[in-house]
């Protein structure tokens, strides 16, 4: 069973990655992964923007023998190749308002302020995706290396508007602007050992 880029037949089947459907016709990225419940392999469907941010390896040698051509599949193609250049892009899920201050940044530590901007991650392990938590906004850069495209938060589960996409980004570079020294650890820019995770760019 090869992986695969066709136009939808039904709108019955959901996104791995953001898990909303996707639409009749609309293009998809099937990629065949081991089936975990019998033999041989199931089809995994994705969005085909999604697959580029989550799942750049699988994608983009089928991207290159699909028909998406032109400035649909340049773009297509800079997402996923940053992401295999730099793993950790592809563990964002979305940017979100924090719903309540309990949660600690995976980067520095700190409590996230209810209401703050912060950014929810997800890893792909043993066939699905875990969430793994979530970082400031601020820390953003810090985190993943570099400033991630703001496409990266635009997919269809994260249809934030013009402000808020210039809200991520603003904290996003002014976090870039200041050292953040992590708690426990001797040096700015040092993260705890990540979470055990199937991708070799983790």
């Known amino acids: 069973m090869p992986s695969v880029i066709e136009r939808a ?15 009749r016709g609309d293009e998809r990225f099937g990629e065949a992964l081991p089936n975990a419940y019998g033999d041989g392999d199931a089809m995994f469907w994705f969005h085909v923007p999604c697959a580029a941010c989550a ?13 998406v051509s032109g400035k649909e599949r340049a773009r297509l193609e800079e997402l996923a190749r940053a992401g295999v250049a730099q793993g950790r892009l ?36 043993e066939g699905r995706f875990t969430p793994v938590g979530t970082i400031h906004a601020s820390c953003g850069v810090g985190y993943f290396g570099s400033e991630p ?20 980004a603003r904290l996003m570079r002014d976090g870039a602007a200041h050292s953040v020294q992590l708690k426990g650890l001797a040096k700015a820019g040092t993260e705890e050992p990540e979470a055990k995770s199937s991708r070799k760019t983790s």
């Open 149 to 168: 495209p703001l496409e990266r938060f635009t997919l269809p589960n994260n249809q934030l508007s013009p402000d808020e996409l210039a809200q991520v």
């Open 90 to 125: 592809c563990r964002i899920l979305r940017a979100e308002r924090a719903s309540s201050g309990r949660a600690r940044c995976r980067h520095c530590r700190e409590l996230i302020e209810q209401g703050a901007w912060r950014i929810s991650l997800q890893i792909f392990e």
């Open 55 to 67: 799942r750049p390896e699988g994608l983009l040698p089928v991207l290159e023998q699909s028909s």
């Open 9 to 23: 037949s039904t709108g019955r089947a959901k996104c791995r990655a953001c898990g909303q459907a996707i639409a």
